[in-house]
């Protein structure tokens, strides 16, 4: 990876995490066939393209929205509970009334 580019982009997309995601995403599209939204003269690794693609303001990124990272819940789903329900006895103190009676 070509540290130029790396500047280049990290001046683009200030969060080292965010760049990183960005990069990964567009190196798989890269990998997959898509076509690179820039032209080199050189032979460049698809991170180097995928930089200089943010650096070129090519690509960009939205964050997701809360409402958006919340889970979508079909209807009439409920949560499964583990453990005490409703008031029923402990493991512990069923094993005590056990060992009182035996």
Same mark, same amino acid.
Not at 44 to 53: N, S, T
Not at 59 to 74: C, F, G
């Given at each position: 990876?070509?540290?130029?580019?790396?500047? &280049? @982009?990290?001046? !683009?997309?200030?969060? %080292?995490? !965010?760049?990183?995601?960005?990069?990964?995403?567009?190196? $798989?599209?890269? $990998?997959?066939?898509?076509? &690179?939204?820039?032209?080199?003269?050189? $032979?460049?690794? %698809?991170?180097?393209?995928?930089?200089?693609? !943010?650096?070129? *303001? $090519? !690509?960009?990124?939205?964050? &997701?929205? %809360?409402?958006?990272? @919340?889970?979508?819940? %079909?209807? *009439?789903?409920r949560a499964h509970t583990v453990g005490n329900v409703h008031g029923a006895e402990s493991a512990s103190a069923r094993s005590g009334k056990a060992a009182a009676g035996a």
């Amino acid at each position: 990876m070509r540290e130029d580019y790396l500047q &280049a @982009a990290l001046r !683009i997309i200030d969060d %080292p995490n !965010i760049l990183v995601n960005v990069v990964s995403h567009r190196v $798989k599209q890269l $990998k997959r066939g898509n076509r &690179a939204l820039v032209t080199s003269l050189e $032979k460049l690794l %698809p991170e180097d393209l995928a930089l200089r693609e !943010i650096a070129e *303001g $090519k !690509i960009t990124y939205e964050l &997701a929205t %809360p409402e958006e990272l @919340a889970p979508v819940r %079909p209807a *009439g789903w409920r949560a499964h509970t583990v453990g005490n329900v409703h008031g029923a006895e402990s493991a512990s103190a069923r094993s005590g009334k056990a060992a009182a009676g035996a």
